[in-house]
């Protein structure tokens, strides 16, 4: 895969994510977390299985033969840090839950460097702290002096546990990278939702939500589930587990822009702090032989 096509894939990705917040949000209102999570990723299962078979052919056998590491991409990937990701959006604001996934990208990157020894030089560092700085501008609007003097509750430390699944996944996935990504998405979806079944059942669920909830579960279904993981997984292995970790904060730029159209205001700082985000971004995913 070419480098710019990985990078727009994960700019995709990154697009995709911003609305699961928006509509995580609205919907943890109407269902329980582990509703949210068993619904979509049926309905993401459905679409996918046939359409690896249609897109990739894959041999089935060899996707299965690595079994274990699919199993436990499925806990991390999708059990656990979407249950974590909900639960948290239960007891604290967005902006508490982007504040704290902003720190995401530098814990990829960091671990990556570490554990898989991945490249990064000073630019690539460089731009992890441009790019942090630009997120905390928009959520903070300027003021970074209020990060200290946000009131932190039990949703902020879910989502630290969100930050260290996401990780985890992200680090592992790219031990499967030469696995056609539809293929193995498709048998990581059919785990979860084999592991989530049974508290699903369990989780008296009512299906006469209202029409909003039902449109917001075809979208976490469609776009966060379908879309954003299978062009993730297509693209870390192209550009690096460390460097794709830093396009997590334009889940923050993404959901000022939602913001936006579904009618919010937006300040200048918030517009400035997007485009350090993105000039941040420009340079971690920049090879390291192109800025020597």
Known sequence: MKRSVAVLLLVLASLFWAGNYVCGKYVIN????????????????????????????????????E?????????????????????ALSFTSSINAALINSVNPALIAVFASLILKEGMNKINILGIFISLLGVLLVLTYGNL??????????????????????????LLAKKISYLPPIASTSVIVLFSLIIMLPFFINSNFNWSFK????????????????????????????????KSGIFLNLITVF??????????????????????????????????????
């Open 30 to 65: 109407s269902l329980k977390p582990i509703q949210i999570n068993f619904l979509r990723w049926l309905l993401a299962g459905i679409i996918l299985l046939p359409l690896s078979q249609i897109l990739e052919k894959p041999s089935w056998k060899k996707v299965w033969k």
């Open 67 to 87: 079994w274990p590491i699919l199993l436990v991409l499925s806990i991390f990937g999708i059990i656990a840090y979407n249950l974590l990701l909900y639960r």
């Open 145 to 170: 002096l209020k990060i200290f003097s946000i009131s932190y509750n039990k949703g902020d430390f879910y989502m630290i546990l969100v930050i260290i699944s996401w990780t985890i996944y992200t």
């Open 211 to 242: 029409a909003p909830t039902f449109y917001s579960i075809i979208y976490l279904g469609l776009f966060p589930s379908v879309g954003s993981l299978v062009f993730w997984n297509s693209a870390v292995p192209a550009v690096g587990a460390g």
């Open 255 to 292: 959901t000022v822009i939602i913001s936006v159209v579904l009618g919010n205001r937006v300040t200048a700082i918030q517009i400035i702090g997007g485009a350090i985000v993105i000039l941040g971004v420009y340079l971690t995913s920049k090879k390291t032989s192109q800025l020597n």
